[in-house]
């Protein structure tokens, strides 16, 4: 024992030093590019947010929380988030202990670097201290871990999770090296004291170790520091700019390839679409496979369910919409007569309803707005009776920002120079656009769910409740998208019954009719719509409600039961004051 | 139990074959889920291409299938298959024994709702070809207004339209607007007429003279172009939107009534008696039959045969001529048993 | 020669056989509904763009089929979706458009 700790080294150490210096090197090199491809602005942000107290403090937290304890797993699936907390917070805490001990212990030990690692074989097992006990315990925790992932990998059902993604070779490789660690640490710790087996596994121990950190810039287990630093931008409020740089890159690279997505997304009702889901792009986008990008980006609904159920925060649709904004047309459009010919009443001290392109194919919610703001006794004006231009969310989806800026600036004018000063949209679509994209200063816009609520509370509208139970159907664009899911919901059980589907707010499912695809054509939308019924139906409520015109139009072409939108129920339960 | 047929609907094509098969000898049992027997053609005022009265087609063949025994209001529950034939339980709670059995199930009209755009149920001045049909009959009708300076009609509202689900042509419904045009002429000769069409299939005899008349003597103006909204002027006339394809340019105008031509859809309740029955549907959804050439009234199982529009859009004068020969061949499939 | 005093212009007829193809083909690869179209007009009808300048997805659609030049014809196109709403033939319009503009220059 004397020897072994004298010398302090043994050449099994070598893989393992290898490794480590590879994986820095590697992704301190990845971290810089990165850095270096921000815009300009969002660099600085990011350097500021590193000195900034605040954000420093949130940072850490939200490593710890997300990294180490994958909180927002636990919440999601409680076995899959005792699984990954285990081994990454087990494998942090062995790591930081094992530092512990060699510093209270052996002080001049710890430059070495490889000394915590190996700790075990150096000094023979001899001291167990207090924290090599609790340094097993949480090695045990990590063998339970790795015991579930194990039976995860083949009975991925057992663990809720219909789909899984299929592994490359480079995560499989990773994979079980990732299993082998830890046993062989377990293995190598007992038989310390043997001679024979403890020298061969000693070596088995640095060489998996070496495996992992080898291939980690390769497959998913990037994941692991790109996180790190996605976290740090976010918090930096660093955004989506480019389609495969800075940003839309950490993010790409942050994806654990959980495969949470696949069963989340609504596309794979149908079959077809199985390989569409965002964990194959961001793959697609580490491999830089254009076609297979661009395939991907085009067909999605952006129904933003993914981000919506990711443990990371890819934000799927804006990385698709970016991919989609890198295509090159050849024909670009001129808006610079648009809306020359279209007159928009004066309205001052007025509501100004804009209800928008989609909304005049389906008159009823146009007319049911219009009823329920004269029943409420509200002066109004409706900007596009006879037509209008289009908010420009569609060209925006579509991935052409400089024409839908171009659109939105149009209408800007047309809206500020009306005088109004609330400005009342109901189709979900305009309603996020005028939202995130619109500048317009003193101008209130508001969905008809929050307004119609506001009147209810004001006492200006009288309700008489039906019998009808109706299930509320969220528009992605407006729970996912606007984040209103409380005020249909309030408005609907006053006018009548209201039941909930297995699936809904942040979870709803896309009807299928969205504008967000591009290539998706009428005839492949037909399962993803039947899907998003089923869903419906399971609540067992006689109709169903919706607040999305796009949403209206695609329920009524399949569903066996009525679909209303809920203005149009708030129009029938209400009674002229 | 041999001679026994139950002939499962009492439009136009069961009552026809009731009525060939009782000229050959049998009794028939015509089962009808409605409360009274004619079917579509019942409630419809005039037929095309001769105008002949509707409800005297009807009575004529109620009083000529007095041989036979009909069951109002009566459904099939269920139909299970026996050695030499079929067994059948009827929502009267009886059970009949056949030999052969005629599907004459019929069609199902279009839910105009469906197509939001046209506004029918939204506005109050957009109706239905067989809500037009009833006014006829009945002049009982306040969205048909006493007076209307201009009408259209709009063609295939849910046939040819994958958005309906319906991608099959209905056949009938031009020659039904051409007919409901002449008829809104005859009583409003100074109103203005528009038919808007993807295509005219005027194929039956004297359709196309039908047209022409329309054209000719009747002033009908026909525009080719798919109307695709529907809105409301602030007076409450209707204003639609389509385009004027031949000229190429969008085109709008302001009508005091919006007749929609609701296409024919498999009927609703084929889905249930073809489970029941093992038969096959057609990737249309109607009924399938052996061919489509030559054995449209022959099912995929033994001793059932189809007649009229249980298996696709049909004319009057098509379905009575496949409900005889779905008569004869029953006839000639007893013979055989 | 005898002078009939008018001058022979360019033929107005449209040589079917002629044709230039070779676009439309392009077209119908990246968007199969391209070759379905039925020229109904509700797709213009309903253009918010074409009651302003006279677009017309059908007339596009005729152009290229007809190895005519339709850059000037897409120009207003606000990619809004409508007349994808109400294409009786189920064609993926907002494709075919993108695609066009992506084919053309």
Same mark, same amino acid.
Request: hydrophobic share 40%.
């Given at each position: 024992?004397?020897?072994?700790?004298?010398?302090?080294?043994?050449?099994?150490?070598?893989?393992?030093?290898?490794?480590?210096?590879?994986?820095?090197?590697?992704?301190?090199?990845?971290?810089?590019?990165?850095?270096?491809?921000?815009?300009?602005?969002?660099?600085?942000?990011?350097?500021?947010?590193?000195?900034?107290?605040?954000?420093?403090?949130?940072?850490?937290?939200?490593?710890?929380?997300?990294?180490?304890?994958?909180?927002?797993?636990?919440?999601?699936?409680?076995?899959?988030?005792?699984?990954?907390?285990?081994?990454?917070?087990?494998?942090?805490?062995?790591?930081?202990?094992?530092?512990?001990?060699?510093?209270?212990?052996?002080?001049?030990?710890?430059?070495?670097?490889?000394?915590?690692?190996?700790?075990?074989?150096?000094?023979?097992?001899?001291?167990?201290?207090?924290?090599?006990?609790?340094?097993?315990?949480?090695?045990?925790?990590?063998?339970?871990?790795?015991?579930?992932?194990?039976?995860?990998?083949?009975?991925?059902?057992?663990?809720?999770?219909?789909?899984?993604?299929?592994?490359?070779?480079?995560?499989?490789?990773?994979?079980?090296?990732?299993?082998?660690?830890?046993?062989?640490?377990?293995?190598?710790?007992?038989?310390?004291?043997?001679?024979?087996?403890?020298?061969?596994?000693?070596?088995?121990?640095?060489?998996?170790?070496?495996?992992?950190?080898?291939?980690?810039?390769?497959?998913?287990?990037?994941?692991?520091?790109?996180?790190?630093?996605?976290?740090?931008?976010?918090?930096?409020?660093?955004?989506?700019?480019?389609?495969?740089?800075?940003?839309?890159?950490?993010?790409?690279?942050?994806?654990?390839?959980?495969?949470?997505?696949?069963?989340?997304c609504p596309m794979n009702a149908d079959p077809?679409n199985?390989?569409?889901?965002?964990?194959?792009?961001?793959?697609?986008?580490?491999?830089?496979?254009?076609?297979?990008?661009?395939?991907?980006?085009?067909?999605?609904?952006?129904?933003?369910?993914?981000?919506?159920?990711?443990?990371?925060?890819?934000?799927?649709?804006?990385?698709?919409?970016?991919?989609?904004?890198?295509?090159?047309?050849?024909?670009?459009?001129?808006?610079?007569?648009?809306?020359?010919?279209?007159?928009?009443?004066?309205?001052?001290?007025?509501?100004?309803?804009?209800?928008?392109?989609?909304?005049?194919?389906?008159?009823?919610?146009?007319?049911?707005?219009?009823?329920?703001?004269?029943?409420?006794?509200?002066?109004?004006?409706?900007?596009?009776?006879?037509?209008?231009?289009?908010?420009?969310?569609?060209?925006?989806?579509?991935?052409?920002?400089?024409?839908?800026?171009?659109?939105?600036?149009?209408?800007?004018?047309?809206?500020?120079?009306?005088?109004?000063?609330?400005?009342?949209?109901?189709?979900?679509?305009?309603?996020?656009?005028?939202?995130?994209?619109?500048?317009?200063?003193?101008?209130?816009?508001?969905?008809?769910?929050?307004?119609?609520?506001?009147?209810?509370?004001?006492?200006?509208?009288?309700?008489?409740?039906?019998?009808?139970?109706?299930?509320?159907?969220?528009?992605?664009?407006?729970?996912?998208?606007?984040?209103?899911?409380?005020?249909?919901?309030?408005?609907?059980?006053?006018?009548?019954?209201?039941?909930?589907?297995?699936?809904?707010?942040?979870?709803?499912v896309c009807?299928g009719?969205?504008?967000?695809?591009?290539?998706?054509?009428?005839?492949?939308r037909e399962k993803i719509t039947a899907a998003s019924?089923e869903?419906?139906?399971?609540?067992?409520?006689?109709?169903?409600?919706?607040?999305?015109?796009?949403?209206?139009?695609?329920?009524?072409?399949?569903?066996?039961?009525?679909?209303?939108?809920?203005?149009?129920?708030?129009?029938?339960?209400?009674?002229?004051? | 139990?041999?001679?026994?047929?139950?002939?499962?609907?009492?439009?136009?094509?069961?009552?026809?074959?009731?009525?060939?098969?009782?000229?050959?000898?049998?009794?028939?049992?015509?089962?009808?889920?409605?409360?009274?027997?004619?079917?579509?053609?019942?409630?419809?005022?005039?037929?095309?291409?001769?105008?002949?009265?509707?409800?005297?087609?009807?009575?004529?063949?109620?009083?000529?299938?007095?041989?036979?025994?009909?069951?109002?209001?009566?459904?099939?529950?269920?139909?299970?298959?026996?050695?030499?034939?079929?067994?059948?339980?009827?929502?009267?709670?009886?059970?009949?024994?056949?030999?052969?059995?005629?599907?004459?199930?019929?069609?199902?009209?279009?839910?105009?709702?469906?197509?939001?755009?046209?506004?029918?149920?939204?506005?109050?001045?957009?109706?239905?070809?067989?809500?037009?049909?009833?006014?006829?009959?009945?002049?009982?009708?306040?969205?048909?207004?006493?007076?209307?300076?201009?009408?259209?009609?709009?063609?295939?509202?849910?046939?040819?339209?994958?958005?309906?689900?319906?991608?099959?042509?209905?056949?009938?419904?031009?020659?039904?607007?051409?007919?409901?045009?002449?008829?809104?002429?005859?009583?409003?000769?100074?109103?203005?007429?528009?038919?808007?069409?993807?295509?005219?299939?005027?194929?039956?005899?004297?359709?196309?003279?039908?047209?022409?008349?329309?054209?000719?003597?009747?002033?009908?103006?026909?525009?080719?172009?798919?109307?695709?909204?529907?809105?409301?002027?602030?007076?409450?006339?209707?204003?639609?939107?389509?385009?004027?394809?031949?000229?190429?340019?969008?085109?709008?105008?302001?009508?005091?009534?919006?007749?929609?031509?609701?296409?024919?859809?498999?009927?609703?309740?084929?889905?249930?008696?073809?489970?029941?029955?093992?038969?096959?549907?057609?990737?249309?959804?109607?009924?399938?039959?052996?061919?489509?050439?030559?054995?449209?009234?022959?099912?995929?199982?033994?001793?059932?045969?189809?007649?009229?529009?249980?298996?696709?859009?049909?004319?009057?004068?098509?379905?009575?001529?496949?409900?005889?020969?779905?008569?004869?061949?029953?006839?000639?499939?007893?013979?055989?048993? | 020669?005898?002078?009939?005093?008018?001058?022979?212009?360019?033929?107005?007829?449209?040589?079917?056989?002629?044709?230039?193809?070779?676009?439309?083909?392009?077209?119908?690869?990246?968007?199969?509904?391209?070759?379905? +179209?039925?020229? !109904? &007009?509700? #797709?213009?009808?309903? @253009? *918010?763009? /074409? $009651?302003?300048?006279?677009?017309?997805?059908?007339?596009?659609?005729?152009?290229?089929?007809?190895?005519?030049?339709?850059?000037?014809?897409?120009?207003? +196109?606000?990619? !809004? &979706?409508? #007349?994808?709403?109400? @294409? *009786?033939? /189920? $064609?993926?319009?907002?494709?075919?458009?993108?695609?066009?503009?992506?084919?053309?220059?």
């Amino acid at each position: 024992m004397a020897e072994r700790f004298e010398i302090g080294f043994h050449p099994f150490v070598i893989p393992f030093l290898a490794g480590m210096v590879f994986v820095l090197g590697v992704c301190f090199i990845k971290a810089v590019i990165v850095v270096s491809q921000l815009d300009e602005g969002d660099r600085k942000k990011w350097f500021r947010s590193l000195i900034h107290p605040n954000i420093l403090i949130k940072n850490l937290v939200d490593i710890i929380l997300d990294c180490l304890i994958h909180v927002r797993l636990w919440k999601r699936n409680k076995v899959l988030g005792f699984m990954h907390s285990s081994i990454a917070f087990g494998w942090f805490m062995i790591i930081l202990l094992g530092h512990l001990q060699v510093l209270i212990y052996f002080p001049e030990k710890l430059s070495t670097c490889y000394y915590p690692i190996f700790f075990d074989y150096f000094i023979e097992g001899g001291q167990y201290t207090v924290i090599s006990k609790i340094m097993d315990g949480f090695l045990l925790l990590i063998l339970a871990g790795i015991a579930l992932a194990v039976v995860k990998r083949f009975w991925s059902r057992l663990f809720g999770m219909r789909r899984t993604t299929r592994p490359t070779l480079y995560n499989l490789i990773g994979l079980y090296s990732l299993w082998a660690i830890f046993p062989l640490r377990f293995l190598a710790e007992q038989c310390v004291r043997s001679g024979d087996l403890s020298v061969p596994l000693w070596w088995a121990y640095s060489i998996a170790l070496c495996t992992f950190m080898t291939v980690l810039p390769f497959g998913r287990y990037l994941h692991i520091p790109a996180e790190m630093l996605l976290i740090t931008f976010r918090n930096a409020g660093v955004g989506i700019t480019q389609p495969h740089k800075g940003m839309a890159r950490v993010q790409a690279d942050s994806c654990p390839n959980c495969g949470v997505c696949i069963d989340a997304c609504p596309m794979n009702a149908d079959p077809a679409n199985l390989k569409d889901s965002t964990v194959y792009l961001t793959r697609q986008l580490r491999r830089r496979n254009q076609e297979r990008i661009r395939e991907i980006s085009d067909k999605c609904l952006l129904c933003g369910k993914c981000t919506s159920v990711c443990q990371v925060g890819v934000d799927g649709p804006k990385l698709r919409i970016l991919s989609r904004a890198a295509k090159k047309y050849r024909i670009s459009p001129d808006f610079s007569n648009a809306g020359a010919g279209i007159t928009v009443p004066s309205a001052e001290n007025k509501v100004l309803y804009f209800s928008g392109c989609m909304t005049s194919l389906t008159p009823k919610i146009g007319r049911s707005v219009e009823s329920v703001l004269k029943k409420a006794g509200i002066d109004y004006e409706w900007m596009d009776r006879d037509g209008g231009l289009c908010c420009g969310r569609p060209l925006y989806t579509a991935g052409r920002l400089k024409e839908a800026a171009e659109l939105a600036a149009r209408n800007e004018k047309q809206i500020l120079e009306s005088g109004v000063r609330v400005l009342l949209v109901s189709c979900p679509i305009c309603y996020r656009e005028f939202r995130e994209r619109y500048n317009l200063p003193g101008i209130r816009v508001v969905h008809y769910a929050d307004y119609f609520c506001e009147l209810m509370e004001q006492g200006l509208l009288r309700f008489e409740k039906s019998d009808t139970c109706y299930v509320f159907h969220d528009p992605c664009e407006l729970g996912r998208g606007c984040g209103i899911y409380e005020s249909p919901r309030r408005l609907i059980s006053k006018a009548a019954a209201i039941a909930e589907a297995p699936k809904n707010r942040k979870e709803s499912v896309c009807c299928g009719g969205s504008l967000g695809s591009l290539s998706l054509d009428f005839s492949r939308r037909e399962k993803i719509t039947a899907a998003s019924l089923e869903n419906l139906y399971r609540s067992r409520a006689d109709a169903i409600a919706t607040a999305c015109p796009l949403c209206f139009a695609t329920f009524a072409r399949y569903s066996d039961r009525p679909v209303k939108d809920l203005a149009q129920i708030i129009d029938e339960q209400t009674k002229q004051i | 139990m041999k001679g026994n047929i139950v002939i499962i609907g009492g439009g136009i094509a069961g009552m026809e074959a009731a009525k060939s098969l009782i000229s050959l000898g049998y009794s028939p049992i015509v089962v009808e889920s409605s409360t009274k027997l004619g079917g579509h053609v019942a409630s419809w005022y005039k037929l095309f291409p001769d105008m002949s009265s509707a409800k005297n087609l009807v009575s004529r063949l109620e009083s000529e299938i007095k041989g036979a025994t009909v069951l109002c209001g009566t459904k099939v529950i269920s139909l299970n298959r026996l050695a030499d034939g079929y067994s059948l339980k009827l929502s009267n709670g009886s059970v009949v024994n056949a030999s052969a059995l005629l599907i004459a199930t019929g069609f199902t009209l279009f839910d105009a709702k469906k197509k939001e755009e046209y506004g029918y149920g939204v506005y109050d001045r957009v109706i239905t070809n067989s809500d037009l049909e009833a006014w006829f009959s009945e002049k009982k009708d306040a969205r048909v207004p006493d007076e209307p300076e201009s009408v259209g009609f709009v063609h295939c509202v849910g046939s040819r339209d994958l958005k309906a689900c319906n991608a099959q042509c209905s056949k009938v419904c031009c020659a039904t607007a051409i007919k409901q045009a002449i008829e809104i002429k005859e009583r409003f000769p100074y109103a203005k007429v528009y038919c808007f069409y993807m295509d005219l299939r005027l194929f039956g005899k004297k359709y196309e003279d039908f047209y022409i008349n329309a054209q000719r003597d009747y002033g009908v103006q026909f525009i080719r172009g798919r109307v695709s909204e529907v809105g409301e002027t602030l007076d409450g006339r209707l204003q639609i939107k389509a385009e004027d394809t031949l000229s190429g340019k969008p085109l709008k105008v302001q009508l005091d009534l919006l007749v929609l031509m609701s296409g024919i859809v498999r009927n609703q309740s084929i889905g249930e008696l073809s489970a029941m029955a093992g038969l096959e549907t057609d990737s249309d959804g109607f009924l399938r039959s052996i061919d489509n050439e030559y054995a449209v009234i022959e099912s995929n199982r033994p001793g059932i045969f189809y007649a009229g529009a249980c298996t696709g859009p049909k004319t009057v004068p098509e379905t009575v001529a496949e409900a005889r020969s779905a008569a004869l061949a029953i006839h000639s499939y007893l013979e055989t048993l | 020669m005898t002078d009939f005093g008018f001058t022979l212009s360019k033929s107005s007829t449209l040589d079917l056989q002629n044709v230039d193809r070779e676009r439309f083909e392009q077209l119908c690869k990246l968007e199969k509904g391209a070759s379905v +179209c039925i020229g !109904c &007009g509700s #797709c213009s009808a309903t @253009c *918010p763009a /074409g $009651i302003l300048s006279g677009m017309s997805v059908r007339k596009v659609v005729l152009a290229v089929q007809r190895g005519q030049d339709v850059r000037s014809m897409l120009q207003c +196109c606000m990619l !809004c &979706g409508k #007349c994808t709403m109400v @294409c *009786p033939r /189920g $064609i993926n319009t907002r494709n075919l458009i993108l695609s066009i503009c992506s084919i053309y220059g």
